[in-house]
């Protein structure tokens, strides 16, 4: 056996020490709160829905929940259009029903992260209503982006920005002709100005108000864009939907964004024990990603080019590695993230196409399993996205007039969006809504789901949800998941990746991204598989295809 990146110096064979902040490795569920449980029959999930399905995840084995947004919202970008970042939805549920998640959350062992929006508020945010009932110029308008517009009366938007969403980032303002406003994402999300100590101190106070709660982190929206470049000059002519990491520009990843990251790890760090940060920053290079886990900023930051990785060995075994050093530069650990609420879903990513209509989704569900444990088994932090535990696909025939996702208006449905992934999760029985409500979900279930509810796959030991929660135990019992050193293994073929996670109770991770059996020669005792792996009469490991094995060292 070969090994092919250095083991740290002085390091070698000694086991890794565990370094125990919980946020250097905890597994990390995101909850979609509209599509996750409806408790109350309106066809929006909602807390209390959350709150009766703890004990599922519990079960599951993960270490904390990440609530995407359930705040007062118009809901015009499913709640990331923020009206009051401090208080619940009603819809949704109360403040005290939030106060009784945490302590319900916290009682089963289970962390909570919610989520922080600081590049723009709703539409319906008092600021933003404030703002347009002055004109520009005025102190409530400074919270925000107006600007005059180009040409002799102000008629073009004052630069070429687009809106991630599709058409232009900017939107005139009533009443005032040749002024606009700022919007990086949907006209409704005025994006806020970070040169005003305002806007500072007024998130300073959503961060307290949710930590002097006992939330334990927050997830940071776009976390890359809060800076704008001064005079906010024009960029590079929009190549695409500035979005999932086609961000370039003027308006994304400025060097002074680390200043506000900074400031927030002073907020966290106050608290007692820490309180931790995990930041979407869709950045070109693995190295800007690192960038924002310096020691005095985020803790963490999402492994968006690991999300990127499609089913190619050396694709993946790149990106693990350039992830793996990126952030020990840093001293943070990586995390790994296949799937949330605006990709499609891996088992449909995954999955081969043989032509426009015939998707192989078996073979994508096969491949989405099979990364997904590998990313259970690398040092760090790993997320999972509601469903991804059942297998869910993408919902790819969602209705139009279904549609909710503002870039399917603003594209005029030249790009579908994102509801597609948000399909409200199949809890048991044979067909819509599968126990998510008593009513009619905000979004149509497809039909054939009754094989992958969660109660389906509980009593069935061979299913993905079965997979999951063993994953999650072995890694829970291990000395060696979790944080800790990686050393690459030669498996003796270039399509099966070997990676050992060293020390006492030493595990051996293999993926078999051929199309084909691989003989893999090797002692130990497979713990757990995606797939076939057992050892033929020779003693070598034979590996189905498309497959993860994790195996115990002698
Ligand atoms: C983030 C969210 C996405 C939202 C956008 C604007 O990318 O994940 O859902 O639309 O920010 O807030
Ligand atoms: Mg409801």
Not at 82 to 102: F, K, Q, Y
Request: charged content about 25%; proline content about 9%.
């Amino acid at each position: 056996m070969t090994i092919d990146l250095p083991v740290r110096e002085g390091n070698a064979g000694i086991p890794p020490r565990k370094v125990r902040d919980w946020w250097r490795d905890a597994v990390v569920y995101q909850i979609y709160p509209r599509s996750f449980s409806d408790s109350d029959g309106d066809g929006l999930g909602d807390i209390p829905g959350i709150r009766a399905r703890l004990p599922y995840l519990h079960d599951l084995g993960v270490d904390a929940v990440w609530l995407s947004p359930f705040y007062p919202s118009p809901l015009l970008d499913g709640g990331y259009d923020v009206a009051d970042p401090r208080d619940v939805d009603s819809r949704l549920g109360t403040l005290d029903d939030m106060r009784a998640l945490v302590a319900e959350a916290h009682a089963l062992d289970l962390r909570v992260f919610v989520d922080v929006v600081p590049n723009h508020f709703s539409w319906d945010h008092e600021w933003f209503k404030a703002a347009l009932a002055t004109a520009p110029g005025s102190p409530e308008w400074a919270r925000f982006h107006a600007m005059r517009g180009k040409g002799p009366d102000g008629e073009l938007p004052p630069n070429n920005w687009p809106s991630a969403f599709g058409g232009p980032a900017w939107t005139r303002i009533e009443g005032h002709p040749g002024w606009w406003y700022l919007h990086l994402f949907d006209s409704s999300q005025p994006d806020v100005n970070w040169e005003n100590p305002e806007i500072h101190a007024d998130y300073e106070k959503t961060l307290r108000f949710w930590f002097d709660m006992g939330v334990d982190g927050f997830r940071i929206d776009v976390a890359h864009s809060l800076i704008k470049a001064e005079g906010l000059p024009d960029g590079p002519e929009p190549d695409g939907l500035p979005m999932a990491g086609n961000e370039r520009g003027p308006a994304w990843d400025q060097p002074r964004v680390h200043e506000v990251w900074r400031e927030w790890r002073r907020v966290a760090d106050s608290y007692e024990p820490t309180r931790a940060f995990v930041g979407e920053a869709w950045v070109a290079t693995t190295e800007a990603q690192a960038a924002y886990t310096r020691p005095d900023e985020l803790h963490t930051t999402f492994n968006f080019h690991f999300l990127k990785a499609y089913w190619d060995p050396e694709v993946i075994r790149d990106v693990i590695g350039t992830s793996l050093l990126t952030s020990s530069a840093v001293g943070a650990p990586p995390t790994w993230v296949l799937s949330n609420h605006d990709v499609w879903r891996p088992v449909t990513r995954f999955a081969p196409w043989r032509d426009a209509t015939t998707i192989d989704l078996e073979t994508g569900r096969r491949r989405a399993l099979a990364m997904s444990m590998l990313s259970l088994a690398l040092p760090g932090s790993a997320y999972l996205y509601q469903g991804e535990e059942l297998g869910l696909p993408e919902v790819l025939d969602l209705p139009d007039e279904a549609r909710q996702d503002p870039t399917y208006f603003r594209t005029e449905g030249a790009a579908k969006g994102r509801d597609g992934c948000r399909v409200p999760i199949p809890w048991s029985g044979e067909e819509p809504p599968y126990g998510f409500s008593t009513g009619t979900p905000w979004l149509p279930q497809p039909t054939d789901w009754a094989g992958l509810t969660a109660e389906a796959q509980a009593a069935d030991p061979t299913s993905t949800l079965s997979l999951y929660r063993q994953a999650l135990r072995i890694r829970r019992a291990s000395e060696v998941l979790g944080d800790g050193e990686l050393v690459w293994r030669d498996s003796g073929h270039t399509d099966v990746l070997a990676i050992e996670r060293p020390g006492d109770g030493a595990i051996l991770v293999l993926l078999n991204v051929s199309e084909s059996e691989r003989l893999v020669e090797l002692e130990g005792e497979v713990l757990l598989s995606t797939g076939v792996a057992e050892y033929d009469d020779g003693g070598a490991l034979v590996l189905a295809p498309d497959t993860c094995t994790w195996i115990a060292l002698p």
